[in-house]
């Protein structure tokens, strides 16, 4: 399944984690691209379209998973959370 269509049917509520860490890695790391989707509009990631926040991850897919991985690595006990998920 594609991004845009899981963010299509998840809530607002189940995004904002998601949301959290494409801002967060979205800050450290500079893409023209990513500047460049974000240009032509000035407002928070959770206000973008999921087709904004689907580009976006495009970009960032590596350093999300880098991320993640560091992430629990600090804390296996969320791994059986995660696995569930």
């Known amino acids: ?4 269509q899981v963010l299509d049917q998840t809530n607002s509520l189940e995004k ?5 860490i494409i801002n967060t ?3 450290k790391i500079s893409v023209e691209e990513i ?4 240009s032509n ?3 928070q990631v959770k206000d973008y379209d999921n087709d904004m926040i689907s580009k976006i991850f495009e970009l960032i897919k590596n350093d999300y998973k ?4 560091i992430e629990l690595g600090s804390n296996i006990s969320q791994l ?3 696995l569930d998920i």
């Open 1 to 4: 399944m594609k991004l845009i």
């Open 16 to 20: 904002n984690s998601f949301y959290k």
């Open 25 to 27: 890695l979205k800050d």
């Open 35 to 38: 500047d460049a989707i974000l």
């Open 41 to 43: 509009n000035n407002i």
């Open 66 to 69: 880098a991320y993640l991985e």
């Open 80 to 82: 059986d959370i995660i």
